[in-house]
């Protein structure tokens, strides 16, 4: 059976950082594209990044562009978002799921089941 994980949220002061990990189980995450995807109240889960499956080529959201880093674990069987400069917009219930490809590029739209996810809340 297919499941995903995702831990390391928490709450955090605006210009903070944290890092969420997510993991698999029941398939290997290595062979897979991997997203990072928040929902908020009142609206659609949106993509924040994602990580291809062979060559690790990475996409971004507008939003988090230069200030988060997706990146597989060293034994490929996690995958990190690594979140810095956070702003109280980024705050949310994060999910990790498996992606689709197009022409080698990851893309937010998901393929197989969601975590329970992990809350980040951005607050002073």
């Known amino acids: 059976q297919v499941q995903l994980a995702e831990s390391g949220g928490g709450l955090v002061q605006p210009g903070g950082s944290l890092t969420l990990t997510c993991e698999g189980s029941g398939f290997s995450l290595a062979e897979y594209a991997v997203g990072w995807f928040r929902q908020v109240p009142g609206k659609d889960r949106e993509g924040v990044s994602c990580v291809s499956v062979s060559d690790d080529r990475t996409s971004y959201a507008d939003s988090a562009k230069g200030r988060f880093t997706v990146s597989r674990g060293s034994a490929k069987t996690t995958v990190n978002l690594q979140m810095t400069n956070l702003k109280p917009e980024d705050s949310g219930i994060y999910y990790c799921?498996?992606?689709?490809?197009?022409?080698?590029?990851?893309?937010?739209?998901?393929?197989?089941?969601w975590g329970q996810g992990t809350q980040v809340i951005v607050s002073s």
């Open positions: 799921a498996q992606v689709y490809q197009r022409y080698g590029f990851c893309i937010h739209s998901a393929l197989g089941p």
